[in-house]
């Protein structure tokens, strides 16, 4: 944490505020940060008996996400799993009950179409065992057809996702062979994800329509920048695919520094100005790999968070951490941001990694700095109900009621801190 405001700059502040000063803000003001994780396999492990604890006290995990402002959660969903692979259990029903229930609990959901049965990344992307004879043109019709269904299935029983990605990871298209973009059926692929985005719109009714992402994996990995540059180049150039988000994986193993992954960062800010930038998955170990500490767990996703809200133009959107509660499967169990106490894999613990996606208070843009953006929702809301994003923010943690010299006094007391 950092401070850079004397006393005298205090006062000017305060004297801006009480003139009523109107200050232009250059970023979206209401679009908060997105802090979230992916947790799809909590039902499963609450299931299991998995108890969660925070500094040592059992609650609700969806609580311990609250208390530490995550604010988006992602769910993968597969055509048909059979629920034989531990992590492949994601059907409708049981995303639409998970759905719901994180809905219910404020948070914006984010759904993550694998279109198979099984999971899909950079080398697997098979069809379902349904659509496997079918043509082209029927494999249009199927996509569009069953992404219809489940987000109508989803709006009709209040699990409505405000964000859906098309795929997962999809480095080189999906549905192979017929979606298999690195084979060079860019116009197969460009004809799915089209179908499957009309489904959506055809399924959300009288709902907003989602922000609709595309999931790739190249922040260095196959290419870095040229990969990046070969796929969404001929994806929105050349094939006409319009999207709103860029998604990336990033996991250091495979994905390389954080400098390689704001290198990219910056390079998709200067060459797709009409699109936003997740960062669709992450994830790092706290033990079980070398030099690996809860420590540097926490710093990996302090620098990570940091990264992305430095991306210009404000187009670094945020950071979802890939499944912080699956604590039973080795291959990930230490990535999570829970360990075991005493050994007991049951009962589990909350690591610090947790505390780096802890807002700022004052930070009301949720953009990582406390700014001259944040003063300008509060002069907007002085003296007024709060508004959305809400400058409501004393006494803590739930505010007042009203915005007032409360509120201003906690901005003011963190004016310039970046996390």
């Not at 609650?59 to 531990?86: A, C, E, M, Q």
């Not at 870095?224 to 319009?242: A, E, H, K, P, R």
């Not at 409501?392 to 009621?401: K, R």
Request: glycine share 10%; charged share 15%; hydrophobic share 40%.
């Amino acid at each position: 944490m950092i401070r850079a405001m004397d006393n005298k700059f205090r006062c000017l502040v305060f004297v801006l505020l009480l003139t009523g000063l109107s200050i232009t803000a250059t970023k979206g003001l209401c679009d908060e940060f997105i802090r979230g994780a992916d947790i799809s396999v909590q039902t499963r492990q609450e299931a299991d008996g998995v108890i969660y604890n925070e500094y040592g006290v059992p609650k609700d995990v969806l609580t311990i996400f609250k208390n530490h402002d995550l604010n988006w959660i992602r769910i993968r969903i597969f055509n048909n799993p059979s629920g034989s692979i531990y992590g492949v259990c994601q059907d409708v029903n049981y995303v639409t009950t998970l759905g719901a229930r994180v809905k219910a609990a404020g948070f914006k959901f984010l759904l993550d179409f694998h279109y198979s049965d099984t999971w899909a990344d950079p080398g697997h992307q098979t069809k379902p065992a349904a659509w496997s004879s079918l043509s082209q043109s029927q494999l249009v019709t199927a996509i569009h057809d069953y992404t219809r269904d489940v987000i109508s299935h989803l709006r009709d029983n209040n699990a409505m996702p405000d964000m859906v990605q098309i795929g997962n990871e999809i480095n080189c298209g999906m549905l192979f062979p017929n979606g298999n973009c690195c084979n060079g059926n860019w116009q197969n692929l460009a004809d799915l994800i089209n179908s499957a985005i009309a489904g959506i719109n055809d399924g959300r009714g009288a709902e907003p329509m989602p922000k609709i992402m595309i999931h790739v994996a190249y922040v260095k990995s196959g290419g870095g920048i040229s990969s990046t540059q070969w796929f969404f180049d001929n994806l929105m150039y050349t094939y006409g695919v319009q999207f709103d988000v860029i998604g990336q994986s990033f996991y250091p193993e495979w994905h390389g520094t954080l400098d390689d992954l704001t290198i990219n960062l910056n390079f998709m800010a200067g060459r797709y100005l009409d699109k936003e930038i997740l960062i669709a998955e992450a994830g790092d170990y706290y033990t079980g790999s070398t030099g690996k500490t809860p420590e540097s767990q926490k710093a990996f996703l302090d620098g990570l968070i940091q990264r992305v809200q430095a991306t210009p133009g404000g187009k670094g959107i945020g950071v979802c951490y890939w499944e912080p509660t699956w604590i039973w499967n080795s291959s990930v169990a230490y990535k999570a941001l829970f360990q075991p106490i005493s050994g007991n894999w049951k009962n589990v613990n909350m690591l610090m990694g947790m505390e780096a996606f802890d807002k700022i208070y004052g930070d009301i843009t949720g953009n990582g700095i406390v700014d001259f953006e944040d003063l300008d929702i509060l002069v907007g809301q002085w003296l007024q109900s709060p508004g959305t994003p809400s400058a409501d923010i004393a006494p803590l943690p739930n505010g007042d009621g009203i915005v007032n010299f409360l509120d201003f006094a906690l901005l003011a007391n963190n004016w310039l801190e970046i996390e």
